[in-house]
């Protein structure tokens, strides 16, 4: 049997042979054939501590953009900031940033004209001088990373002061759909604060950073403000918290100054709605406060703190002075029956203790306490667009249940949103998913998700997670534990367990062909200390993966896998190793005359 040489790069050995870099703006990430009809984009960064000016900048070579102009009204457009990155998408920029979830301190440009060339092409940014800041020649073919070809995987530039137009200073994205505006996903599993809802503490239906209306024009506006159909269409808005403080508060500190005058009272309106049953739903109103609050309903006085009892005016003063506002939990319990089905209004009044008081600050934050039940609970999320993102549940009990007719939702106010009208039947001790996409639930931050019993009021299970949507999943480890982590890879139906490094451990390391060309099998290397379970990966020829073999075995470490697949070989062909929808690693071998096998070196 002939034995040949199949190259594969080794980059942390090839990358010490490229120059020294000399860009200051540099070509960071590009999407040339993005796998179906997702979008084309190439990411910049500014890798140095000096904003740059890129007002008429041009995007040239096979792509052509041209940057927004100086615009007093919208300055900072002419701007990347120090160690920043915008993004140039074929496509428009709003459309781009709401499919990717870019963050919102990153820019994005478009759309562009022409298209990035999946066999290869030019990209090269110039200044408004005409002065080239940074050219890439990439390709498809020869020492190019072969995964960014079509199977959804973007080109990574692996070190900023490295010369950019050189194949020894690229790779692939860790993940598919790459990372456009945000830092390369880390191989390692991160521990999570629990987004567990706590529904014995309540679901927040207007938390401290909302937006609310206010009046602060020292009027005495006697009692028609707290009413439902006031008409405050005159009045102020802003987010929380609001005031005057010079002292350190609670997050999310002032985001909206007040008048601060010869003034005792201030007031402040928040129009909500809550579409499910209200019947049983119990309020808990936390607060920080400087210095005293009465706090309304729906017109109806639900408590206070810190004011005197009897009829309170315009002119009533705190009962009580606060040094430093501090978060106080608590401070207001209101029965079930006050909250309506549909609008409601929570109006609050802020009163001094004197009118010559340095300080004013409002925030509060109105929870609901809704019936609740235990069984099933939220396991795992995937939190992307499409049928990809998933939700999964795991059913700890010791008998079956079926989820048809319970609804999801992702507004506390709304928790009958979505009815699940299919049967999703989850097995004792096993689990279940249901995608994004089938649920009908939007994918953002914070990541929220609510299940419910079909009478549209009882949650089950409910979390809110402040993670970025970076293609990681969240979940629970072991399954249906109370400890949190981000995992590097997704793991659908089965037990949340991250396969840190696993690009970095396995390898193809011999494929063998048939005297007819077929690829019967392929050896598999285990550089890491453990072994490696090969369930759950697979072979594939094809860019979209339509043609996957699983593979079956373990890999021990440091040793060998010889696993059984089946391929007709189409001259020079890509293999690709995966990990569900994720490439491990890819390589291009050319086949060999009659039987044979490839092997990597070194």
């Given amino acids: 049997m002939n034995r040949f040489l199949m190259r594969i790069n080794l980059s942390w050995v090839c ?9 200051q703006i540099v070509i960071s990430e590009v999407m040339y054939n993005p796998r179906g009809d997702a979008s084309e984009w190439i990411e910049l960064t500014n890798i140095t501590a000096t904003p740059f000016d890129i007002a008429d900048w041009k995007l040239r070579g096979d792509v052509k953009l041209d940057f927004p102009a100086f615009n007093a009204n919208r300055a900072d457009e002419a701007f990347l900031g120090h160690w920043g990155k915008i993004i140039l998408t074929n496509i428009e920029p709003g459309t781009f940033r709401q499919q990717h979830g870019v963050p919102s301190g990153v820019k994005v440009f478009g759309p562009w004209s022409g298209s990035l060339p999946n066999e290869g092409g030019r990209i090269t940014v110039k200044d408004k001088n005409g002065v080239t800041m940074c050219t890439l020649d990439y390709n498809d073919r020869g020492k190019w ?47 999570l604060a629990s987004p567990e809802v706590n529904l014995s503490s309540g679901i927040v239906l207007v938390d401290y950073g909302d937006r609310w209306k206010y009046n602060d024009q020292n009027r005495n506006l006697r009692t028609s403000w707290r009413n439902t159909n006031f008409n405050d269409a005159s009045w102020k808005s802003g987010a929380g918290l609001l005031g005057v403080e010079n002292s350190s508060l609670p997050a999310p500190g002032i985001k909206t100054g007040l008048n601060k005058g010869s003034q005792l009272c201030y007031y402040f309106r928040k129009e909500f709605t809550y ?69 409601n209004v929570l109006a609050v ?16 934050r109105l929870s609901a306490s809704v019936p609740a039940s235990k069984g099933v609970v939220i396991n795992e999320i995937y939190p992307k667009v499409g049928k990809e993102g998933y939700i999964e549940f795991y059913n700890p009990t010791d008998s079956s249940t079926d989820l048809r007719n319970y609804y999801l939702s992702d507004d506390p106010g709304n928790l009958a949103k979505r009815k699940i009208s299919r049967s999703l039947k989850i097995e004792a001790r096993s689990l ?18 609510y299940l419910t019993k079909p009478d549209g009021a009882t949650v089950v299970t409910a979390i809110r997670a402040d993670v970025s949507l970076d293609g990681r999943s969240f979940g629970r480890k072991p399954t249906g534990g109370s400890e949190w982590y981000q995992f590097t890879d997704a793991t659908p139906g089965t037990a949340n367990m991250s396969r840190a490094g696993l690009g970095q451990a396995l390898s193809l390391n011999e494929v063998h062909f048939t005297a007819e060309g077929r690829i019967d099998w392929v050896e598999l290397y285990n550089a890491g200390e453990g072994t490696v379970d090969l369930a759950g990966l697979s072979i594939s020829t094809r860019r979209d993966f339509s043609d996957r073999a699983p593979l079956v075995g373990k890999a021990t470490s440091r040793g060998m896998a010889v696993v059984a697949i089946d391929f007709e070989s189409r001259g020079q062909m890509p293999l690709y190793l995966l990990n569900g929808e994720k490439v491990l690693q890819a390589i291009l071998p050319d086949r060999p005359r009659g039987e044979g096998s490839l092997q990597a070196y070194p």
Avoid at 309 to 330: H, L, Q
């Fill in 15 to 23: 990358i010490l042979a490229v120059g020294v870099r000399a860009e």
């Fill in 145 to 191: 990373p072969v995964a960014a070809d079509g199977t959804g995987h973007s080109l990574i530039l692996l070190d900023s002061d490295l010369t950019v137009n050189d194949w020894r200073n690229w790779s692939f994205s860790k993940r598919p759909g790459g990372t456009p505006g945000g830092d390369p996903v880390l191989n390692v599993e991160l521990p």
């Fill in 275 to 343: 579409s499910s049953d209200p019947s049983e739903v119990t309020l808990t109103i936390d607060q920080i406060i400087d210095d005293g609050a009465v706090y309304y309903l729906n017109g109806t006085e639900v408590g206070r703190s810190r004011m005197p009892g009897g009829t309170v005016s315009f002119t009533t003063r705190s009962s009580a002075t606060v040094g430093n506002a501090t978060e106080e939990k608590g401070v207001v319990t209101i029965e079930s029956g006050k909250l309506k089905r549909g609008k």
């Fill in 349 to 364: 009044e802020v009163h001094q203790t004197n009118p010559t008081s340095s300080d004013i600050v409002f925030g509060c």
């Fill in 432 to 449: 279940a998913t249901i995608s994004f996409s089938a649920a009908r639930l939007n994918v953002q931050t914070p990541v929220t998700v």
